[in-house]
């Protein structure tokens, strides 16, 4: 093994260009092309390359992923997609929700996620199955990317119906996920949904991201119901509210409200814009909303707002390529974010909403690195170019080299 790796002729995203040496898993050095020297390191040569800070998948569904074939949903709406997927989860076996996960957390490393967060279903149906072959992946890719899994527990949470799941979100938790989750705007009482989350996660000793407002309707309005139950108690663990949709369909003084309120508890935001373009929307078929939470506003109130490609070619999206860069593009076309902000919504708040340590290139910044055949950041999100040296924890962990021919092309 070599003691390092030297990462030669990168262009930063002000421009610069540079030669920057990894070492121990941290950069050690950012400096003039062609200055650094060392014999003793790997060198990658990455002229036309931009180097950024790795992106991060912050909502997954690696249960669900590549299973959009194995149903029929021809309504396409969020009501249609839940029925759809209930019927078939209770055949999944283990070994298939296994090796359909592996293979999107391939996919994800391959296109520069050096971290994700994903959901699994927890619920009378399936028992911990699901979290169990999740796990198993997480075990496996462990030097390969940082995985972390939620026990996304179906309702109902609250009072004596939700008795038993309870008991499967504290089994979850005991068999190793990392967060909390749940869906309070379909507990027959939100606020309980939410305060068991709340109590069960700092028991553990574990975050909670709860899928919040996954519909443009003003009621129920959960995230109101979150922003007091984690002021009230003063969670202090990590807080996600993934999704808030309808918040982007209020009048902006109350959107601007409702920010304020998020920033002030501390509550990170992921936007997820693929899947709600797909789900949301379908009934009103002139001039449809985009179904795309308060970005400008949540932002503008300080709020660490993140974006990430939730479902991944199943019944809640029948597309999808695990790429941190097609969300950011959505981003760009369906929020008006400029390229730069979509990309700091995938990568640096992505890492913040986890948990996760930012990464900067400087020395001493963390070596979760994606290096891609571009010129600028605006390039690397309009082209989204295959070719891509992925770094994770000083490694590289994923490279994809493409070549295109034209052999009948005349030369100009």
């Not at 939700?162 to 008991?167: K, M, Y």
């Not at 593009?329 to 700091?344: F, I, K, Q, R």
Request: proline residues 5%.
């Amino acid at each position: 093994m070599t003691a390092g790796l030297l990462l030669r002729e990168v262009t930063l995203a002000d421009g610069a260009r540079a030669d920057v040496l990894v070492r121990g898993g941290v950069i050690e050095s950012v400096g003039t092309p062609g200055t650094t020297q060392n014999s003793e390191v790997d060198t990658l040569a990455l002229s036309g390359y931009l180097l950024v800070p790795a992106p991060a998948e912050p909502h997954a569904h690696l249960d669900k992923a590549y299973s959009a074939d194995r149903v029929s949903d021809p309504a396409g709406d969020l009501g249609a997609a839940v029925a759809a997927w209930l019927r078939l989860r209770p055949s999944l076996d283990e070994a298939d929700i296994r090796a359909r996960a592996a293979g999107a957390v391939r996919a994800y490393v391959r296109n520069g996620a050096t971290a994700i967060r994903t959901h699994v279903d927890v619920a009378d149906d399936i028992g911990l199955r699901a979290l169990s072959a999740v796990l198993a992946v997480r075990d496996s890719v462990a030097s390969e990317c940082d995985l972390r899994v939620v026990a996304f527990v179906n309702s109902p949470v609250s009072g004596r119906a939700g008795d038993r799941h309870r008991g499967l979100m504290a089994d979850a938790l005991a068999a190793g996920a990392d967060a909390v989750g749940a869906c309070p705007a379909v507990d027959p009482d939100p606020a309980g949904c939410i305060d068991a989350c709340l109590r069960a996660a700092d028991q553990a000793g574990v975050p909670v991201d709860l899928h919040v407002d996954e519909g443009l309707e003003p009621e129920p309005f959960t995230l109101d119901l979150l922003i007091d139950a984690v002021t009230a108690t003063g969670f202090a663990r990590g807080v996600v509210a993934s999704h808030c949709v309808s918040l982007g369909a209020m009048a902006a003084e109350i959107a601007r409200g409702v920010a304020d309120r998020v920033a002030a508890a501390g509550i990170a935001v992921v936007c997820l814009p693929q899947t709600n373009l797909y789900l949301q929307g379908r009934s009103q078929a002139v001039a449809p909303p985009r179904g795309l939470t308060a970005l400008a506003a949540l932002r503008a109130a300080g709020v660490t707002v993140a974006a990430g490609g939730d479902n991944l070619q199943d019944p809640f999206n029948c597309l999808g390529r695990a790429d941190p860069l097609e969300t950011a593009g959505l981003l760009v076309l369906a929020g008006h974010d400029s390229p730069e902000a979509a990309y700091e919504s995938v990568s640096t708040a992505a890492r913040r909403a986890m948990g996760l340590s930012e990464v900067n290139i400087k020395p001493g910044g963390a070596a979760e690195l994606l290096a891609i055949r571009a010129g600028s950041v605006r390039g690397a999100v309009a082209e989204a170019d295959p070719n891509r040296v992925v770094i994770h924890a000083g490694r590289v962990v994923a490279r994809t080299d493409m070549t295109t021919t034209y052999p009948t092309w005349r030369s100009a």
